[in-house]
């Protein structure tokens, strides 16, 4: 599919992870106006384009698909933001955070508390060998995977399948898997988040089935969320899935140190950036998760060190689709091929 490149292993001269946490505290406050800006300036072009949608229809069916299409990029941005909500990063009011993020929940699909909750595990967790499992892109080790009877060995390759993880997988993420937060189904708070976030999406389908039939739900509703949640999954998976990313069991592990280390800088076009929200630097964001999306940048600009650290393409993260299993010895993702010239 790709060549996968030989990238030099990350820089060594960077400040420790710790001391960037005490630089990087003065970004963490959000201001008031500029958030309100950037989630007017993100759900109004989102509902103009719903709109836009909804009207096209009466001119050409391939005319409102390409338009919902568009606007995935829209519903992306407001993922991030209620990312930030969860965070507690786009105002400083908690109250209000969460009851946004809850709203977006339902444009997104994704039950905030449970998805909070999740995230706040991924964040404590990052490349811990110990801790996997919640939040993360299912990842074993050469040695693991060697042990494991054939059946296992082809149902993990066929998770890592590019058609399956970027493919299949993100609409059966957000379409079903969010429906019921099977991982935390013994606890009452996670359970309602669900049912209400369920509750409120049949409800607006429901609505837009009443007033429009069925294609707008198939022309505009499916195409746009199928589309932001495979730009989703993609993503998550580049921001932490590259060679030279950063593993450890739990004598070695620490917070910071996995922060830094295990997170990419993922370098976009100016319009990518924007839409995802900065949410490619991605090392930053791990580093100190309460700073605004839309101060990720000034960080940057400041500390240009770190613009350099981890650094990754879109040409360069196109090849690691291919990289499956952890070498814990040499401390690199490798492929299935790679793997297998070290037996």
């Not at 963490?28 to 949608?53: H, M």
């Amino acid at each position: 599919m790709f060549d996968i490149p030989q990238r030099a292993a990350p820089p060594t001269d960077v400040q420790k992870a710790t001391d960037w946490v005490r630089i990087l505290a003065k970004y963490r406050e959000p201001s008031v106006g500029r958030s309100w800006f950037e989630l007017a300036v993100t759900i109004g072009p989102f509902v103009g384009l719903w709109a836009l949608a909804w009207w096209s229809m009466s001119v050409s069916y391939w005319l409102t698909v390409v338009i919902a299409l568009v606007n995935a990029g829209f519903l992306l941005r407001l993922f991030i933001i209620q990312h930030d909500c969860g965070h507690g990063a786009f105002f400083n009011n908690r109250t209000l955070s969460d009851w946004l993020g809850r709203v977006l929940g339902v444009l997104t699909l994704t039950p905030y508390d449970v998805w909070r909750r999740s995230h706040a595990i991924h964040h404590s967790a990052a490349g811990h060998l110990d801790r996997r499992g919640i939040g993360d892109v299912h990842t074993l080790t050469v040695d693991e995977y060697r042990a494991l009877p054939w059946r296992s060995r082809m149902l993990y390759r066929l998770y890592r399948n590019p058609v399956v993880l970027f493919g299949l997988g993100p609409s059966y993420v957000f379409l079903a898997e969010n429906r019921i937060p099977v991982c935390f189904l013994s606890q009452a708070k996670h359970w309602f988040s669900a049912m209400c976030t369920n509750a409120a999406l049949i409800a607006a389908l429901g609505v837009i089935f009443y007033f429009g039939g069925l294609m707008p739900i198939l022309l505009i509703f499916l195409p746009s969320t199928i589309l932001a949640a495979t730009a989703g999954v993609w993503l998550f998976y580049v921001q932490h899935q590259f060679e030279h990313t950063h593993w450890e069991g739990e004598e070695e592990w620490q917070l910071q140190e996995a922060a830094l280390h295990g997170s990419s800088h993922y370098v976009m076009p100016a319009v990518l950036q924007w839409l995802s929200g900065n949410i490619g630097i991605h090392h930053v964001h791990h580093l100190y998760s309460r700073i605004p999306f839309y101060r990720l940048p000034e960080v940057l600009r400041d500390h240009p060190v770190l613009s350099e650290h981890n650094r990754l393409t879109i040409p360069e993260s196109l090849a690691t689709a291919r990289l499956h299993l952890w070498d814990e010895k040499n401390k690199r993702l490798l492929s299935f091929a790679q793997a297998r010239s070290l037996a």
